[in-house]
């Protein structure tokens, strides 16, 4: 059986190390929306090393911290379901009050049309920012 996240295509990447990646998700309603995937094919986390699972944790912050930077939104979501796709993900989700779906999860009811705000160069603003976080 083929995985989509080991044998993934068009990702937007804004970092990698040989542990994971981080991508920024293409979602219209959610501009900022990012990925941290897992390089290996690992279902839990609780199949890592203590060490190597602390260390994705770390990068997860530094995601969530560079988001809050960049678009200070109202909420962040963090999500690791992967009941579609069982290999390590997490979810990195900037939360607006005026968003489609707040306050229901993002895969959840939508409650209105969202209006985005204009943001150039959010790929870029982020991938500074991620890099900033990563380097405390
Ligand atoms: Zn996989």
């Not at 290999?87 to 607006?96: E, K, S």
Request: charged content about 20%; hydrophobic content about 40%.
């Amino acid at each position: 059986m083929t995985c989509e996240l080991c044998n993934s295509s068009n990702e937007s990447v804004l970092w990698g190390n040989p542990l994971c990646r981080i991508i920024l998700v293409d979602d219209k309603d959610y501009p900022g929306f990012c990925r941290v995937i897992l390089n290996q094919h690992v279902k839990e986390m609780t199949d890592l090393p203590v060490s190597t699972r602390n260390e994705l944790m770390e990068i997860i912050f530094a995601v969530e911290a560079a988001i809050r930077q960049v678009l200070n939104p109202d909420k962040i979501n963090l999500a690791s379901l992967g009941n579609v796709v069982p290999h390590l993900h997490w979810h990195i989700i900037p939360r607006f009050r005026h968003d489609r779906h707040f306050p229901n999860p993002v895969w959840g009811s939508p409650q209105r049309e969202a209006v985005i705000p204009p943001n150039t160069g959010l790929a870029e603003k982020l991938r500074t920012a991620v890099q900033q976080h990563l380097a405390l």
